[in-house]
């Protein structure tokens, strides 16, 4: 692990990225070129203490998950997220396998979307940024480790949790559609891949998912509007777009609804309350 390089590698980028880069505020009296210590570390999802000792050269060695986050935060490209690495002594990612990370042109797209529930998912139902308002639509995902962290694995698993957020009359849709998906995942991937744990791990639990495992339907594709419950608000009606990558690996999802309408109203009363219950 060279220090020395990352520590300048570091300083360097935070005083290249501006606050409006990472949908953050500059805010008044703003005396710092760039980002601030404190602003990096909540972006990477990592204690300000932490990542000050990375800059002052008196850090441990980064686990490839905490240089992910890193790489998100500072908005990298994949040749610099590949230098991050290797200064840190690991391997560069493989850029023709899956991959939690997300291009930076993407990041800034969902940076500008802060008044609608707006994420990045993986091919494995994975949400791997979201923004304030679907954190307070959707929960939040950063929490989730291992196999928890895919929507596919979860709706299966746990059931009676996973699920609430749905009407019980789109459950079975939702199941095939979340199938198709992982099938699909399954043949790009390969055995050995996370889609390879989530199926060898649901077959013998859930019923459901190895009788829907075995029609062999493959597809991925997000329903155009969907029904989701708030725990508070009720239900809401919403459009979904997706966009994806060029290699189709990741999705960045927006969810709106019609202007004027019921279901507008209640996502204006999300943004509004954001994470607070109501």
């Not at 997220?81 to 899956?98: E, I, N, Q």
């Amino acid at each position: 692990m060279d220090r020395d390089a990352l520590a300048e590698f570091l300083v360097r980028r935070r005083e290249q990225l501006r606050p409006s880069d990472v949908g953050l505020s500059a805010g008044p009296r703003r005396r710092t070129p760039g980002l601030r210590r404190e602003e990096v570390a909540q972006l990477a999802a990592m204690s300000t203490d932490y990542y000050t000792r990375l800059e002052q050269r008196r850090g441990p060695q980064p686990s490839a998950q905490i240089l992910a986050s890193l790489a998100r935060a500072l908005r990298l490209t994949p040749d610099e997220r590949d230098y991050l690495h290797r200064v840190c002594g690991h391997s560069a990612p493989d850029r023709t396998t899956f991959t939690d990370y997300v291009h930076p042109g993407m990041l800034r797209v969902l940076d500008r979307l802060d008044d609608t529930p707006t994420f990045v998912v993986s091919v494995l139902d994975e949400v791997l940024v979201q923004n304030d308002a679907a954190r307070a639509l959707l929960g939040d995902a950063s929490g989730l480790t291992g196999l928890e962290r895919s929507g596919i694995y979860r709706w299966f698993a746990h059931p009676d949790d996973e699920r609430r957020r749905y009407p019980e009359a789109d459950h079975a849709h939702r199941g095939r559609v979340l199938v198709a998906s992982l099938r699909s995942a399954y043949g790009a991937l390969g055995e050995r891949s996370r889609a390879g744990d989530i199926v060898r791990e649901l077959r013998p639990r859930s019923a459901e998912f190895a009788a829907l495992w075995e029609v062999h339907e493959v597809q991925r594709r997000f329903d155009d509007r969907k029904v989701l419950i708030h725990p508070e608000i009720g239900q809401i009606e919403v459009d979904c777009q997706a966009l994806f990558t060029e290699d189709e690996s990741q999705a960045l999802v927006v969810l709106t609804a019609a202007p004027g309408t019921d279901a507008a109203s209640r996502l204006e009363l999300l943004r509004v309350l954001g994470t607070q219950r109501v």
